[in-house]
């Protein structure tokens, strides 16, 4: 069973940058792509950007492309995602997700198998 536990959310002022952090355990899947959403109240949960474990590779939504930085630590199993320059509009739930394999769907929710609880980040103005 995978489990993924995000961490690093908080309250920050407008401008500041954050880590959020996302542990995984229990994962066995080389070919899996794992994910950063957010949910806003009120709002559909939004993707923000994507890395395969294996290779690297990342893909963000032009929303965000600049800001937000995903990365990946293999050895200790755990995905980051730096953003800089957050805006009171950053305010949300923020979800780590795992899909077990490249589908055309890693930019929508459907696309995942596994979801972390989130952590809440609130930018102030």
């Known amino acids: 069973q995978v489990q993924l536990v995000e961490s690093g959310g908080g309250l920050v002022q407008a401008g500041d940058s954050l880590r959020l952090s996302c542990a995984a355990s229990?994962?066995?899947?080389?070919?899996?792509?794992m994910g950063w959403f957010r949910q806003a109240p009120g709002k559909e949960r939004e993707f923000l950007g994507c890395?395969?474990?294996?290779?690297?590779?990342?893909y963000y939504p032009d929303s965000v492309k600049g800001r937000f930085t995903v990365s990946r630590d293999n050895a200790k199993n755990t995905l980051y995602m730096q953003m800089h320059n957050l805006k009171s509009d950053d305010t949300a739930v923020y979800y780590c997700?795992?899909?077990?394999?490249?589908?055309?769907?890693?930019?929508?929710?459907?696309?995942?198998?596994?979801w972390g609880q989130g952590t809440q980040v609130t930018v102030s103005s």
């Open positions: 229990g994962r066995t899947f080389t070919n899996a792509i």
């Open positions: 997700a795992e899909a077990m394999s490249v589908s055309n769907f890693l930019g929508s929710v459907r696309g995942y198998d596994y």
């Open positions: 890395i395969r474990w294996s290779g690297g590779s990342t």
